[in-house]
Structure formats: structure tokens, C-alpha cells
Antibody
Framework: EVQLLESGGGLVQPGGSLRLSCAASGFTFSSYAMTWVRQAPGKGLEWVSTISASGGSTYYTDSVKGRFTISRDNSKNTLYLQMNSLRAEDTAVYYC?????????????WGQGTVLTVSS | EIVLTQSPATLSVSPGERATLSCRASQSVSSNLAWYQQKPGQAPRLLIYGASTTATGIPARFSGSGSGTEFTLTISSLQSEDFAVYYCQQYNNWPPCSFGQGTKLEIK
């Protein structure tokens, strides 16, 4: 079964750091670009970051550039999102997702999400 | 950045009827548009990509059409499990890819 399982969410103070993980199974992880999408409470979907299959190319939405780092370990079938200098507006459910094929593509497999709350 | 505008914000339809949801892009996205369904407390699910290609496992009552700036998601005969929020997404001009604000499909 194709599956993505996020972990690492929690309650963090403003200015703090956290690393999210996304464990993949059921498909050849190293062949696909991966992405993080977030959803603030009661709001819509917001793309956060995408990484190429090899990990050599990364992309970020403007609001997280310089603060978040996406990475992957293809030997462990795991995607990461390192989040630093966290702000209240980063509070959201964070989903990892697999792209259908290439870098500019739809997201066909989603994890169940992990909740990040940034609050003092 | 491309802005996607979905209409209506809320659509009330009776089970068994047809539902038509719209998504308009602020500039052409060719056919690089997807539709997702999201139920409360769940992750989004891909329904349509490439504007009209149905994703794996999606029932045939879901169909997508359009290109350029105007897109439509049609659900031919609504089932109880179809009542949810629907989002469109463009991935033509990215980064960033962008999502519409969503259409809530509710039971009439």
C-alpha cells in the first residue's frame, strides 16, 4: 500500500525550531519529487516547499524562505522539513505529498498530516 | 503569482443531482490544473489532474474540463460521500503553485 506518514509536530514557542518527518512506503521514493503543503486552522491549502527526486533542487514559498529547509534521505525513504524562527502564522496542519510525475505536477498521495502550533 | 478564484464559495445540491464547480485563473495555466476533495479532519485527495485526467481510484462520476483560465469540475450524480470541500490547484507557473480558496459542497 502506498503510504506517507508524517511525524514531529507539536507545540513550539515563537522563534523556536522543529523538524517534521514524512516516512514513505509502497512506492519507489527516490523516483519522485515530494512536497509539503500546510493548512492553517479553518483555512485553505497553502503550498510550502518542494524537493526534486534527487534532492538537488528545492523550492519554497516566499513566507518561509530562509527559515524552512526541505530535505530528503532516499536511503531511508524519508522527507524532512526543518523549520526555524517559527512564527504564530506558521501554525497549521502540515501535509507531505508525492508528486504525480515531475516537478511541476499535481500531488497524488498525501499523508494524514501533523499539527504544528506556534504559541507562547 | 497566479490567483485562482473558485465559485461559488458554497454550493447546495441534493443527492442524485449534478454539481458544477468553477475555477478561474488570473492568467493562463494551460491544462496544468488539478482538483482535490477534502473532508473534515482528512487530508486532501486528488480527483483530477491535467484539467481532465481522472486520478487512480476516482469514480467516473467525477470529471474535469477546461484549459487556459476557465476550468470546471462536474460531479454527475451526487452521492452522500461527495459532500466536502473542493480545491483547485495550478502547477503551470510555479513556484509557487497555488490553490483556490475552496468550494464547500453541502447537502440541500
Amino acid at each position: 500500500e502506498v503510504q506517507l506518514l508524517e511525524s514531529g509536530g507539536g507545540l513550539v514557542q515563537p522563534g523556536g525550531s522543529l523538524r517534521l518527518s514524512c516516512a514513505a512506503s509502497g512506492f519507489t521514493f527516490s523516483s519522485y519529487a515530494m512536497t509539503w503543503v500546510r493548512q492553517a486552522p479553518g483555512k485553505g491549502l497553502e503550498w510550502v516547499s518542494t524537493i526534486s527526486a534527487s534532492g538537488g533542487s528545492t523550492y519554497y514559498t516566499d513566507s518561509v524562505k530562509g527559515r524552512f529547509t526541505i530535505s530528503r534521505d532516499n536511503s531511508k525513504n524519508t522527507l524532512y522539513l526543518q523549520m526555524n524562527s517559527l512564527r504564530a502564522e506558521d501554525t497549521a496542519v502540515y501535509y507531505c505529498a508525492k508528486l504525480v510525475r515531475g516537478l511541476n505536477d499535481a500531488f497524488d498521495i498525501w499523508g494524514q498530516g501533523t499539527v504544528l502550533t506556534v504559541s507562547s | 503569482e497566479i490567483v485562482l478564484t473558485q465559485s461559488p464559495a458554497t454550493l447546495s445540491v441534493s443527492p442524485g443531482e449534478r454539481a458544477t464547480l468553477s475555477c478561474r485563473a488570473s492568467q493562463s495555466v494551460s491544462s496544468n490544473l488539478a482538483w482535490y476533495q477534502q473532508k473534515p479532519g482528512q487530508a486532501p485527495r486528488l480527483l483530477i489532474y491535467g484539467a481532465s485526467t481522472t486520478a487512480t481510484g476516482i469514480p467516473a462520476r467525477f470529471s474535469g474540463s477546461g484549459s487556459g483560465t476557465e476550468f470546471t469540475l462536474t460531479i454527475s450524480s451526487l452521492q452522500s460521500e461527495d459532500f466536502a470541500v473542493y480545491y483547485c490547484q495550478q502547477y503551470n507557473n510555479w513556484p509557487p503553485c497555488s490553490f483556490g480558496q475552496g468550494t464547500k459542497l453541502e447537502i440541500k
